[in-house]
């Protein structure tokens, strides 16, 4: 399956990245708009922000903010990016994706979304709504997310709603615990995750603060390369969903990708390790 990329378009003022740049709708459209040129396979629209210290907003507002965008986006592929059940309600006959860091967790939405015909990504967070500091185990953060998943995905199935709709995402950065550790265990835990639910997996690690950790504490907007390595390493290890702010880097590189690798590279997207070369050595 190819990548599918999802670029990230934060309406919010608050946004830990981006905040204020595209609260202006006309702006927003513009930016979505050249995200597709760049590659995008889908706009991920936000208009609240999920980061530890972010303002909430009324459903109301939520949907207003978006509509103003959402209206002017026609023929583009939209996910939004939304963990109130209102704001669900409202648009799911109407996107593509819906995308729930919370993971659906209100059983009230769930007869909605069995009607509806979008693709659900369905995110393990520690927290119930906004990211917040809390620590966690690396050592166990895996098994965290696979009960999970496997909770979930029984009611949701339950519900109704079809399991080949079901995108998963494990969550990164402060969705994990505040230590990069625990960000780590899950990207390497990918295949796992992977062959034990046979769904595609999202990655989303765009600009993210254990990313910055990792490199000596640079702010967000100069984790690019950061973002670009941990992104690669996640579709290498069989992610086939990829959320993040900039799509032209991760187009070329996964264009390039495909060349180096070539007709050895598998369907599922995991990387096949070279033969090492016969020793010609007397």
Not at 38 to 45: E, K, R, S, T
């Amino acid at each position: 399956m190819p990548v599918r990329i999802l670029g990230i378009l934060n309406l919010s003022p608050d946004s830990f990245s981006d905040g204020g740049r595209f609260s202006a709708p006309d702006v927003a459209v513009a930016h979505g708009r050249s995200l597709v040129e760049d590659g995008a396979w889908a706009v991920d629209i936000g208009a609240v922000s999920s980061n530890p210290d972010s303002a909430g907003l009324p459903e109301e507002a939520e949907l207003e903010r978006l509509r103003a965008v959402l209206d002017g986006l026609g023929g583009v592929r939209v996910s939004v990016d939304t963990f109130a059940p209102g704001v669900q309600r409202a648009l799911a006959a109407e996107v593509d994706v819906l995308n729930d860091i919370r993971g659906f967790p209100d059983p009230s939405v769930w007869p909605v979304l069995a009607d509806a015909d979008c693709t659900l990504v369905v995110m393990h967070a520690l927290q119930e709504g906004p990211a917040d500091r809390r620590d966690s185990d690396p050592d166990t953060v895996v098994d965290r997310v696979m009960r999970f998943f496997d909770a979930r995905l029984e009611a949701l199935v339950g519900a109704g709603i079809a399991e080949d709709r079901v995108v998963l995402d494990p969550g990164m950065g402060f969705f994990l615990g505040s230590r990069p550790e625990a960000s780590l265990a899950v990207l390497r835990a990918v295949p796992a995750l992977c062959t034990r639910y046979g769904r595609p997996v999202l990655i989303s690690v765009s600009r993210k603060s254990f990313l910055g950790a990792l490199i000596g504490g640079r702010p967000p907007l100069e984790r690019g390369p950061a973002t670009l390595a941990a992104e690669l390493f996640a579709v290498d290890a069989g992610a086939t969903w990829i959320r993040t702010h900039d799509v032209r880097a991760l187009t070329d590189a996964l264009a390039v990708r495909e060349a180096l690798y070539g007709h050895t590279m598998p369907p599922d997207g995991r990387r096949v390790e070279p033969t090492p070369p016969t020793s010609t050595a007397p």
